[in-house]
Structures are given as C-alpha cells and as structure tokens.
C-alpha cells in the first residue's frame, strides 16, 4: 500500500494530518492500477 506515493509496510497505519497534500488530500494506492483520492472536510 502506497500514501502519498510512499510504501508502507503495514495497512493498520492511520493517516495523520502530516500526510495531508494541499491541506485536504490523501492519496491512497494499491498495486499500480488502484488510486483512491480522499478528500477530507
């Protein structure tokens, strides 16, 4: 699983504010075609 186009080992990490990109979004990635954008409120 990628955040932000960084490997992660572990899929239980929470996402914290520093990972926001623009102050709202998050981008998730798994494998090289599954993009998830999450945008919080």
Known sequence: MNINNVR???AARSVAAGDL???KHVLLR???KN???VTAV
Do not use: D, I
């Open 21 to 23: 990109l623009f102050g």
């Open 8 to 10: 992660e080992a572990s």
């Open 30 to 32: 798994k494998g090289k």
């Open 35 to 37: 993009y998830v954008v």
